[in-house]
């Protein structure tokens, strides 16, 4: 599998930069291996989809690449971890709070219910259906039947 600097882009640029003096002392099967590794890790090579077009246009042209596959970058990869770092914390917080709303609204709801049962008012007229509008109305609730 040699491979020639011009067959791949990646690698022609980066043997470009690579000084002549440095490139003139390699032997014949370091130059091959310098080829292969570059190969290897061009980002062509890790796509399972990698389409690449030039469109000649008059004065200039326009390339399209349309590369499909695993996402490997490392700061993406510490973006998602820190991504479900936060939605952990938040779903975790919002749980909390909604057990703490629960457990008040079934505490107010048992404590209400002991204080009725024990007959301990602690306002004159202390009744909850005093304010709930569905009680005020006669009309709607008479005794257990609907009018």
Request: aromatic fraction near 10%; glycine fraction near 6%; hydrophobic fraction near 40%.
């Amino acid at each position: 599998m040699s491979a020639l600097p011009s067959e791949d882009p990646f690698v022609s640029e980066v043997l470009y930069l690579v000084p002549p003096q440095v490139a003139s002392r390699m032997t014949e099967a370091e130059r091959k291996q310098f080829f292969e590794s570059l190969q290897k890790g061009s980002p062509r090579s890790r796509h399972a989809i990698d389409l690449r077009i030039s469109i000649p246009l008059i004065y200039s042209g326009v390339y399209l690449v349309l590369q499909v596959g695993q996402d490997r970058r490392r700061s993406t990869g510490q973006g998602y971890v820190e991504r479900r770092r936060r939605a952990r914390h938040w779903l975790e917080s919002g749980s909390l709070l909604i057990a703490c709303i629960v457990l008040f609204v079934l505490a107010a709801i048992s404590l209400y219910w002991v204080k009725s049962k024990a007959g301990v008012n602690v306002f004159p007229n202390d009744h909850l259906r005093d304010f709930i509008p569905v009680y005020q109305n006669k009309r709607w609730f008479d005794g257990g039947k609907l009018n």
